[in-house]
């Protein structure tokens, strides 16, 4: 049983690596389409600490909604293992933990966007992304508080998503 798992362990680690890796992608080509007229890549290059702080929060935003995620399946693999993994149900409690997971990830690039799209309209005495290009870590540092105060409360919602799946 022991060997089991630690098997079983094992999946859920790399299945974790895999939907964070790409989850990390996605939140960061999708930080490239809402900031159109700014390259972070080179903005990093040139030491923009403004863009660094807003890249490193969209990273942290999107790591604490696929943890959720990943807690949530392990929570289906556990149910699977306590069912038989090949049983109708057993599949069914893995295919909906992963179903839940892919649908945090997109929650959370999801409200993001939305959010930090909000607050360049709401905010209309400051043109945040240009300030960003200019370095300016003070906007940078009110974007991060929104961008990760999101991904806090999506993380609740996929906690709620889990505990009424599984």
Sequence with gaps: MLLVNAAVGLVQLIIAIIFAVIALYVGFWVLGKITKEIDEE?????????????????????????????????????????????????????????????????????????????????TTGIKEFEELKKGNVAVALEMAGVIIAVA???????IGITTALL
């Design 42 to 122: 080179k903005e990093l290059a040139k030491g923009n600490v403004a863009i660094g702080v807003i890249v490193a929060a969209v990273f942290v935003a999107i790591a604490i909604v696929v943890q959720s995620g990943v807690s949530g399946l392990s929570v289906g693999i556990g149910k699977a293992a306590s069912l038989g993994f090949l049983s109708v149900d057993g599949i069914l409690a893995i295919v909906v933990a992963l179903i839940q997971l892919i649908l945090g990830i997109v929650l959370a690039v999801g409200a993001i966007y939305l959010a930090l799209n909000i607050l360049d309209k709401l």
């Design 152 to 158: 806090v409360i999506i993380q609740s919602g996929v």
